[in-house]
């Protein structure tokens, strides 16, 4: 039997077994929602904005390990769509993102709603493709999640023109695919892995550096295996966090900018580094020449060579899945009689004991005004460590790495490389969808919620009961910071004014409403709002205004010239 | 340092503008790009001549293999190569300047492929550098227009870009 463009799409939707679209109609894409209506495998979760559809399919990706589907119409829809599709792409999160596109005929005209999405789109997604022919649809959706999901995961565009939507073709969809100019990696050379046990085992000051990559790869049994047998200190960037248990003695916290003493100075001073899926960004190595000076021998296992030496030189780069290689690197060092050196490795975590003796994250708690570190932390023991947390952007975010130990992977969903101020809601959502059963919650600040402050709506629809953490400080609170530190106090434009009752706000779109403003009750509002296991509550904590996030590097510098909070 | 990359990639629209938009996002040096279609019309293959520390150049080779319509990548100078590239110079030709350009184009094997009144039309195929030279060897103010195309470059003997 033949079917439209549009009815292909979806059957490929549901072949790939999607569950959610999350999306917004228009006239480029009425074809695709007529045949969205005529099923019933796939939901579709209508959003308030083009750019929470894809955060909330980002979210939705980040918490599972499946590909998140947003579709969107042309023109403005597409446009609003971008830093959705950034901020996924920085972050290498596998996205379909289906976009209409007007008539074949009228592309290159100025038409109505016309833009040039695979242009616009172009740097910031994995690939992108434009459907020109009816029979090319399901060939085309077939690659686009296998390209979204393999190698290093990133998003992936369909654009499909109004016409090719509505013509008529066979369905057939292809059980596999290849792409002639495209194999990734997956287990390393073996060599090379053996190379890196043999510096792993003869390591004096060793340092495990494990990002995102471990998290993407679902590799954080066997990074758990390999620290805990090796006896390593092992530190997670803020997209790695869950990666390695938080909790665990062996963990040392979030290296860079905002990462603790021990896991900077340890970077710094290590004499074996294991870099495993992560990208040496600047807010984790500081100053490159700083860095530098110390001499290290680095390993570093990553599935896109263009990671490998990009920033820093490495000895032994490893191209692979983090899963596969650290596989192969267990079975070397399990076959391997020698261990690393327990004086040498003692020794080691002395140094490491004492700086982190220096208790970094210390912070002073107030009994009149509420402490941002405080919130967190309550929130941690609220939830018992075992929420999803998403998070917006600025000191709340940083705050919440900080303060909430995160022992698996999956349940610590931030926007890192593009730094998202919006993400948080939309992400929560995905997370939720994805998640029913499970407690979610966005931590957020007054600037950042006020960015897609609309999707609450969708979260009524929906019924999605997230828990909205605000820690208002009536500033966009992290450039207030920067402002104070290098910019000589003078706070320009960073004073959120006029800002609304977000506890009638909240009422207004049908939800719970709470404003916390003394430290003792914080903890009895958590309780209480986590109790509601089927309400959207959103907890408005006033807290202190003047708050900083530390420790800080500051930009430019290295790694050991930080800045600590007792030293203010 | 100067490099020649060869590539071969998909013979797509937009494969052109991906990676000419790699090198303008990333900031890499382009000297010159070329690009047609091989004896596979699947194919095409493209010369860039380009320029950078080896640190950049091996970024550029690693960021070309990573767009998705690019199917393999060579750095010719990491080995024996042929370079070529083709320019067409219109000049101004009279009276005894009739004579003289078109002897100096016989030195540089030019040929002269269309003449009016008042110019010679030169085709010359060289390397980058010798095409430079006859430039520098004629009275610049004589020049009316010269197209070039870009380096385009093979490696010698037996080494092949291929499948
Ligand atoms: C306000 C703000 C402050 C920040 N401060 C900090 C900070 O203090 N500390 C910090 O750590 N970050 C911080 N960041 C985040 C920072 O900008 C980067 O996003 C982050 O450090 C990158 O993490 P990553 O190196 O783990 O790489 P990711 O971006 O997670 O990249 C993953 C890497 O793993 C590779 N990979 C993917 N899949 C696989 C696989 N299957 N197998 C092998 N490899 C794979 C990829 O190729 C890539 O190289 C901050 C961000 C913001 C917005
Ligand atoms: C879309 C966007 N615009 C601007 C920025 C720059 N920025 C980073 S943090 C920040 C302040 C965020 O304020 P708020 O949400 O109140 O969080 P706080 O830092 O106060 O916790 C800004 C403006 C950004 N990251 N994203
Ligand atoms: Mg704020």
Redesign the pocket.
Known sequence: MELTGAEIAIRCLQEEGVEYVFGYPGGAVLFIYDALFNQDKIKHILVRHEQAAVHAADGYARSTDRVGVALVTSGPGVTNAVTGIATAY???IPLVIISGQVPTRAIGEDAFQEVDAVGITRPCVKHNFLVKDVKEIANTIKKAFYLARSG??GPVLVDIPKDVSNQKTEFHYPATVSVRSYHPAQHGEVGLVKQAAQLLLGARRPMVYA???VV??DASKQLTELVRLLGFPCTN????LGGYPATDKQSLG??????TLEANMAMQHCDVLLAV?????D??IGNVEHFNREKRNIIH????PS?ISKRVKVDVPIV????HVLGDLLAVLHGSKQKPEPQALAAWWAQIEEWRGKRCLGYKNSDEIIKPQFVIEKLYEVTRGDAFITSD??QH??WTAQYYKFDQPRRWIN???L?TMGFGMPAAMGVQMAHPDATVACVTGEGSIQMNIQELSTCKQFRLPLKIVLLNNRYLG?VRQWQEFFHGNRYSESYMEALPDFVKLAEAYGHVGMRIDKPSDVEPALKEAFARKHDLVFMDFRTDQTENVFPMVPGGKGLSEVILAEEL | MRHIISLLMENEAGALSRVAGLFSARGYNIESLSVAPTEDATLSRMTIVTSGSDDVIEQIIKQLNKLIEVVTVMDLSEGEHIERELMLVKVRAVGEMREEMARIAGIFHGRIIDVSDKTYTIELTDTVSGLDSFLQAIDRSLILETVRTGASGIGRGDRVLKL
């Open positions: 920085m972050d290498s290093r995961p990002g995102g990559g993407l790869s960037t803020l997209m790695g979030m290296p860079g900018m905002h990462g899926g992560a990208r040496f960004d807010r984790v296992i990553d599935i896109d990671s692979g899945d983090v899963a952007v600025g975010q940083m926007s890192g490389g730094g992290m």
